[in-house]
């Protein structure tokens, strides 16, 4: 089962992946996250991958499109805690990578 844990704070959207991000998942992501992001004008997002075991085209597809929805906000969005059964798929994004949701505080400029 796939499950989303959405946080706002400092202008900074974190979402914390949890389970499998297959088609099922991916509904979840284009048609509440990227409506969200497109309605408020987020610009930053940070997708916290810890807890995330597996994605499919699907799953991809979502990520590239939240990806998408932050460059219309002209913002920046990075990836981090990539688990190593995930990392080949996820590089193909060129999604900025941190090593903690820490580190990429650090990167954004808010």
């Known amino acids: 089962m796939f499950h989303v844990d959405l946080e706002y704070n400092k202008g900074i959207l974190f979402a914390r992946l949890r389970g499998n991000l297959t088609r099922k998942g991916s509904y979840k992501l284009n048609n509440y996250l990227v409506p ?11 997708y916290n991958l810890y807890e ?33 059964a995930c990392k080949k798929e996820i590089k193909k994004l060129r999604i900025k990578q941190t090593a903690s949701e820490l580190s990429a505080l650090d990167l954004i400029q808010v």
Do not use: W
């Not at 969200?36 to 940070?46: A, D, E, N, P, R």
């Open 36 to 46: 969200v992001i497109l309605k408020h004008k987020i610009k930053f997002l940070v």
């Open 52 to 84: 995330l075991t597996g994605i499919d085209e699907a799953g991809y597809d979502a990520l590239v499109n939240t990806k998408c929805a932050i460059r219309t906000n002209k913002g920046q969005i990075y990836l981090c805690e990539v688990p190593d």
